[in-house]
């Protein structure tokens, strides 16, 4: 069974990794069959604890779309018990984004190395935090079109993809901050370029 509850805002973390979670106002979020943009995405995966000692993490990506592992861009959507908490975007792909952010794991608290970046320790750690207090967690996701263009390299003609995601997640984030006055709360390390 799984339980969806509100989110509350915890005052007092009470975690030995509590530099690493972001507490989550329930305030500060909106739920997304509330969101104006919530028919480009689709669910991709849940998001569980992973009782796995081989891995050594504490936390797993479940797919439930057939090309999670596949390199395409995609914009994509973490929900915290329906509740929106962090847009962001991929070029390669949602299995390869999801694998970094597993490296939040590595951080000095837990006796790891620290070379983890900020933004996958917020995720990981905040990620973990909530999923042991029963909250449940989703990531939707919206595939981007394919841009193809032909350039010309030493007289010869070449296609390329062309990388889109960084001004989708830009125009998501901003109509995002538009519609509903802030950024995510798992945002707010987002890259300066997209303030």
Known sequence: ??????????????????????????????????????????????????????????????????????????????????????????????????????????IQERGKSGDCSKTNAFIYNTFEYYLELGYYIEMFAYELPKIIMNIDIFDKKIDIAVQTYHAYETTFMKDYKDNYKSYPILNDNCDPDYR
């Not at 973390?13 to 979020?29: G, M, R, V």
């Not at 689709?42 to 569980?48: E, G, Q, T």
């Not at 390669?92 to 970094?100: A, D, E, H």
Request: proline share 2%; with cysteine; charged share 30%.
């Open 1 to 106: 069974m799984i339980l969806v509850f509100e989110i509350n805002f915890i005052m007092d973390i009470k975690s030995p990794y509590k530099k690493w979670i972001k507490s989550i106002n329930q305030d500060e979020t909106i739920l997304f069959d509330d969101y104006n943009r919530k028919d480009y995405f689709k669910k991709v995966a849940d998001i569980c604890l992973d009782n796995d000692k081989l891995r050594k993490t504490l936390i797993k990506f479940i797919p439930i779309i057939d090309d999670f592992k596949e390199k395409k861009e995609w914009i994509y959507i973490f929900l915290i018990n329906k509740r929106i908490v962090k847009i962001g975007g991929t070029r390669t792909g949602l299995y390869g984004r999801c694998s970094s952010y597993l490296c939040g794991h590595h």
